[in-house]
């Protein structure tokens, strides 16, 4: 089956550390990746997708086809990054298909 | 441009009964998605809806059913509601149905099954 994982449920980090969050697909095609972020009391938004290739609040993320992997990354963490992030696919026929997600906290 | 807008925030139905949620989807967005997300889960997809059509179903019972007006405005609707349904509902709404344009997220409906 199709799935998204997300293997830790909670990561624990002090300000200024290196982050990484870990995200692992099956997926038979090509996938089309994204990272959404959830902060507290806000609605999900689109943190970054692979096919932009682009760098949001200091995060990246590479698709990495040999490991099936989309790891969201940042070499400096801040205390504005606590939220909950999830890591999701699109597949035609179903939209978005979600990780469980992964709640980052960063501690001064 | 309003965003995404989800009626209502949240209401509190018993068992047995039938509850319609509502989407507006962001100007110039044709298709809208539902989600289910149960506390401490990601969101589960329920329907996409493209130019009125249904593009895709998750795998949810018959009793959930969603259509799409021509404002491309939605409603999801849930009969004979078991107290498993409660959840924060989520509406997304993107310019096609492909990932490519993105989703953008409603603030959801959290409804409680008492």
């Known amino acids: 089956a199709q799935r998204v994982t997300q293997p830790e449920k909670l990561l624990s980090v002090f300000k200024g550390a290196p982050v990484e969050l870990k995200c692992n697909y099956s997926?038979?095609?090509?996938?089309?990746l994204f990272w959404y972020v959830q902060y507290s009391r806000q609605r999900l938004q689109l943190l970054l997708r692979?096919?932009s290739r682009e760098s949001i609040k200091g995060f990246t993320a590479d698709l990495n086809k040999g490991e099936t992997s989309f790891h969201l990354k940042k070499p400096f963490a801040q205390e504005e990054d606590s939220a909950m992030y999830y890591c999701?696919?699109?597949?035609?026929?179903?939209?978005?298909?979600f990780g469980k997600g992964t709640t980052l906290s960063v501690s001064s | 441009d309003a965003g995404v807008t989800q009626s209502p925030t949240h209401l509190i139905k018993t068992r047995g009964q039938h509850v319609t949620l509502r989407c507006s989807p962001i100007?110039?967005?044709?298709?809208v998605s539902w989600y289910q997300q149960v506390l401490g889960q990601g969101p589960q997809f329920i329907f996409q809806?493209?130019?009125?059509?249904?593009?895709g179903r998750g795998n949810f019972p018959d009793r959930f059913s969603a259509r799409q007006f021509p404002n491309y405005s939605s409603e999801l609707n849930v009969n004979a509601l078991l107290l498993g349904d409660s959840a924060l509902y989520l509406c997304?709404?993107?310019?096609?149905?492909?990932?490519?344009?993105?989703?953008?997220f409603g603030s959801g409906t959290r409804l409680t099954v008492v």
């Open positions: 997304a709404s993107s310019p096609t149905t492909g990932g490519a344009g993105g989703y953008t």
């Open positions: 997926y038979s095609g090509s996938p089309e």
């Open positions: 692979h096919i």
């Open positions: 999701a696919f699109y597949q035609a026929g179903t939209a978005l298909i």
């Open positions: 100007s110039g967005h044709k298709s």
């Open positions: 809806y493209y130019e009125k059509e249904e593009r």
